[in-house]
């Protein structure tokens, strides 16, 4: 059973901020994904990384997966109000069959 | 192109009832997640489905849930003499096969059991 552990868990930071979560497990992925969510919504996806090592750029949002394919890190750049919610980090194996979440780091950015 | 279709959004059973929650998947998708989240929680992997199939169904209790996934018509999560421990968001994801692995989710279905 793949297990990703996120960190931290919770985070509140002040708009303007640099912040960086962490998904990290012992097992070897296929592709990893990020999500977030927003209450009473479901997640929605942000990226996809697949080779080791990749670095993915989505506005202030850096991804990267880690060369052996194990973990994953989201930077965000002077973080804003509308960053606020839970970031999901989800690892499908080598057959993309089954889709395993973390428990997410929950986000706060205080205007 | 409509998204993944949930129903009901909120629903409230008394312990003892049965709780039937719906989803039907984007179109031309035909694998569907059903996960679980509780409040401040993330999302706990449930069953995985295909059309008429079930392919893992290892994050689902044994007893008083299932879940089918029928050639026509939503996949249905069904729990059976529910418990005030069964109250929790229940999200379903689909996805195609062969494209990028992205799932698309519902907006969840609330059960509340009082």
């Known amino acids: 059973t793949q297990l990703l552990e996120q960190s931290p868990q919770f985070l509140s930071i002040q708009e303007g901020e640099n912040l960086t979560v962490y998904c990290n497990s012992s097992?070897?992925?296929?592709?990893l994904q990020w999500y977030r969510q927003e209450p009473g919504e479901g997640p929605v996806l942000l990226v996809t990384?697949?080779?080791?090592?990749e670095v993915k750029k989505l506005k202030r949002l850096t991804f990267q997966f880690g060369d052996a394919r194990k973990d994953s890190s989201l930077h965000i750049t002077a973080a804003q109000p509308g960053d606020t919610g839970l970031y999901l980090c989800?690892?499908?194996?080598?057959?993309?069959?089954?889709?395993?979440f973390g428990a997410g780091t929950r986000l706060t950015v205080k205007p | 192109n409509a998204g993944v279709m949930q129903n009901p959004r909120h629903l409230v059973r008394r312990r003892g009832q049965e709780a039937r929650l719906r989803c039907s998947p984007m179109?031309?998708?035909?694998?569907v997640y059903w996960y679980r989240q509780l409040p401040e929680e993330g999302l706990k992997f449930m069953v995985y489905?295909?059309?008429?199939?079930?392919?893992?169904e290892s994050g689902m209790p044994k007893e008083r849930f299932s879940a089918e996934f029928p050639k026509e018509g939503p996949s249905i999560l069904r729990i059976q003499q529910v418990v005030r421990g069964d109250s929790a968001a229940y999200f379903c994801?689909?996805?195609?096969?062969?494209?990028?692995?992205?799932?698309?989710f519902g907006e969840g279905s609330r059960l509340t059991v009082l």
């Open positions: 990384v697949v080779t080791g090592g």
């Open positions: 994801a689909s996805f195609i096969t062969g494209g990028t692995g992205e799932l698309f």
């Open positions: 097992s070897v992925f296929s592709s």
């Open positions: 489905l295909q059309k008429e199939n079930i392919i893992d």
């Open positions: 179109k031309g998708h035909s694998h």
């Open positions: 989800a690892g499908a194996d080598n057959n993309n069959n089954d889709m395993r």
